[in-house]
């Protein structure tokens, strides 16, 4: 079914579920059957057209862990904004992953996801998992950056690769200068030939890389290009626990959320006016995160989704103390309970459950 989702001609949906429902048994002994053998097809859903304009996404694969096929490269979600994974199986890293993939995100229900400890007592564990939602912008900006710098070394090695050797040798001149692949031989490798040898060729010694001194003005600009991190927009989560907790446990929780993400929101923030600094002082060159480019237009060009920020932007020196925490919710899925308001059942509800 995945399979011809991904293969959907259309990019007009606003809302998908996907669901594999359990079906009940006497005996809770057995395991829970996998319909979902393989999730490889989610990959190439998420790079679809079929996920382009979609806002409402639910998809509960029971005991998975599916949130690296959500975060794959080349992927078409930059428009979700409210994401319901409940039953899979999501981990701190998971979670990172998601908010670093989802940049819209709104609403995330991880109802019987195992994302908190399964203990009587949880010390720490809502504080940690603030700080994490808050600072997930910061692991967005690096990877931007990585991204920026490795297109920059392609790009140097490339240059430096045609003017050694010309166009001809640069495909080998660069696979020259990669590492070698860890790890033994296959076993019928043979380490020695029959067949004559050419005669040597004197292998291409490209440079390394010093410290951008080298590089052609138009790549020493790119060089200086910084990633400012962007401002979260969580506005619930949604979890469930081990069991219901009473209003003062549940209070307390909240509170400790609250805390880690002031802490969490006081890195992006530190950062920031690190940045803008620099900015002021002219040693970089300051960009911010502006549209949704797919990631294939990214790969080609990696300030595609990015613009420059000047002295005179509004954003600049904002600070971002003021941020209210997501509302957290821990009602479950069920319409019983004491639900959040504005949390993300409801909004699923009212969207995801009324789809004709």
């Not at 002994?29 to 097809?41: D, G, K």
């Not at 899979?88 to 995100?105: E, P, Y």
């Not at 962007?230 to 549940?250: D, E, G, H, N, Q």
């Amino acid at each position: 079914m995945i399979t011809h989702l991904a293969a959907w001609p259309s990019s007009s949906l606003r809302r998908l579920s996907v669901v594999q429902d359990v079906p009940p048994t006497l005996d809770h002994s057995f395991a829970q059957p996998i319909v979902f053998f393989s999730l490889e097809p989610l990959t190439a859903l998420c790079r679809s057209q079929t996920l382009l304009n979609v806002q409402h996404f639910r998809l509960r694969i029971p005991s998975r862990q599916i949130a690296s096929f959500l975060s794959t490269p080349l992927g078409n979600l930059h428009n979700v904004i409210l994401l319901d994974l409940s039953t899979t199986n999501v981990t701190n890293d998971g979670l990172a992953a998601i908010l670093v993939r989802f940049t819209r995100l709104e609403h995330l229900i991880l109802d019987d996801c195992g994302l908190v400890a399964r203990a009587v007592e949880i010390s720490g564990e809502f504080a940690a998992l603030g700080m994490l939602c808050a600072s997930s912008m910061l692991k967005r900006a690096r990877q931007k950056e990585k991204e920026i710098k490795e297109f920059i070394e392609a790009k140097r090695l490339l240059a430096v690769a045609e003017r050694y050797a010309g166009p001809a040798e640069t495909a080998s001149a660069i696979l020259e200068t990669g590492k070698r692949h860890k790890g033994r031989k296959g076993v019928a490798t043979a380490t020695f030939s029959l067949r004559e040898k050419p005669e040597p060729k004197t292998k291409l010694s490209v440079p390394a890389n010093r410290g951008g001194r080298d590089l052609p003005p138009a790549l020493a600009s790119l060089a200086k290009v910084r990633v400012l991190p962007s401002l979260p927009c969580l506005k619930s989560l949604s979890t469930t626990t081990f069991s219901i907790p009473t209003p003062t446990v549940a209070s307390e929780w909240r509170h400790d959320f609250a805390r880690g993400w002031r802490d969490g929101l006081n890195m992006v923030t530190a950062t920031r006016m690190r940045l803008f600094t620099s900015r002021a002082n002219g040693i970089i060159r300051l960009f911010k995160f502006n549209s949704f480019a797919t990631d294939r237009e990214v790969e080609a060009a990696p300030l595609q989704c990015l613009s420059e920020l000047d002295l005179e932007d509004p954003e600049f020196g904002a600070e971002l103390a003021d941020t209210e925490p997501p509302a957290l919710c821990f009602a479950g899925s069920g319409a019983q309970g004491d639900h959040t308001e504005s949390c993300g059942h409801l909004s699923s509800w009212e969207i995801l459950d009324t789809a004709s």
